[in-house]
């Protein structure tokens, strides 16, 4: 096996790898959660601080 060969092999890899986390990332399944995930910042923080902690 020559280095383009493998080059190649390993370009193959990383384009299947890459779409297959675009997929996941689009699919309507996660929706929700990442929707809900990026609103956790923004949430109110319900517990009592405790003595020492800073505010």
């Given at each position: 096996?020559?280095?383009?060969?493998?080059?190649?092999?390993?370009?193959?890899?990383?384009?299947?790898?890459?779409?297959?986390?675009?997929?996941?990332?689009?699919?309507?399944?996660?929706?929700?959660?990442?929707?809900?995930?990026?609103?956790?910042?923004?949430?109110?923080?319900?517990?009592p601080a405790k003595k020492g902690d800073k505010q």
């Open positions: 096996m020559d280095s383009g060969l493998v080059s190649g092999i390993v370009t193959i890899i990383f384009i299947v790898v890459f779409i297959g986390i675009v997929w996941w990332a689009y699919s309507k399944g996660n929706k929700q959660r990442f929707e809900d995930a990026g609103k956790l910042p923004f949430e109110e923080d319900d517990t």
